[in-house]
């Protein structure tokens, strides 16, 4: 168990539809950050949010959308869903702001949406 | 724009044998590198990294080697063993977007230990 919680394991969802993933960081991380896994591809990173705040967007579509709150879980919402929008979508946190050496990721289990 | 991959998408060893995994970057300014694996169903798990300062670093069973002058990264697993099988990934840290700045992942090689 790497400490940084996901849910729900499985979604599947029907085209146009909107669902919500949820992400709790590890104990003590500060900066929380979305992957998108799509069927033999890498890991795309989507967007990054420290202590509430958006920090770095990568290659995330205008149709999804990431918060972070108070108690610092975050959610990632995706609507308006495609069929090529099914993928494994991972959460990841880190106790700063900045990638470094001293700061890497640790990973959720993931996420896996199916959109038929 | 600038890539990290992988020479290989599938590698199949022999329990017992050793592995290397090659990863090819293009962004010579990359200053930090980390190995994942990830196993069926999981989330990527950190194995070891390596700074551009470093051309070798050794962890338990595996050691990450780095050639800036060809920008190419290995990891090498001694003494595979059947719970090596996973998918590993290289990923490159993005030094240009400063304090917001993101690793990049390779696609991934599949290593498979055979009985």
């Known amino acids: 168990d790497s400490g940084v919680t996901q849910t729900p394991k499985h979604l599947i969802t029907a085209t146009g539809q909107r669902v919500t993933l949820r992400c709790s960081p590890r104990s003590g991380d500060l900066s929380v950050y979305w992957y998108q896994q799509s069927l033999d591809q890498g890991l795309q990173f989507l967007i990054q949010y420290y202590n509430g705040e958006e920090r770095a967007k990568g290659n995330i579509l205008e149709r999804f959308s990431a918060q972070q709150f108070p108690d610092l879980h975050s959610e990632l919402n995706l609507s308006s869903l495609e069929l090529g929008d099914s993928a494994l979508y991972f959460c990841?946190?880190?106790?700063?702001?900045?990638?470094?050496?001293?700061?890497?990721?640790?990973f959720g289990a993931g996420s896996r949406l199916t959109v038929l | 724009g600038e890539s990290v991959g992988l020479h290989l998408p599938t590698l199949s060893v022999q329990e017992g044998d050793n592995s290397i995994i090659n990863c090819a970057y293009s962004?010579?300014?990359?200053?930090?590198f980390i190995w994942y694996k990830q196993e069926s169903g999981k989330g990527p798990q950190f194995i070891i990294d390596i700074r551009s300062n470093m051309d070798k670093r050794q962890g338990q069973r595996v050691t990450v080697l780095l050639n800036k002058t060809v920008k190419h990264l290995s990891l090498q697993i001694a003494a595979t063993q059947p719970g090596d099988s996973a998918v590993y990934f290289c990923a490159e840290l993005d030094p240009s977007s400063g304090s917001a700045r993101q690793l990049t992942f390779g696609s991934g090689t599949q290593l498979t230990v055979l009985p």
């Open positions: 962004n010579s300014a990359s200053d930090y």
């Open positions: 990841a946190s880190t106790v700063g702001g900045t990638l470094s050496g001293a700061n890497v990721l640790t």
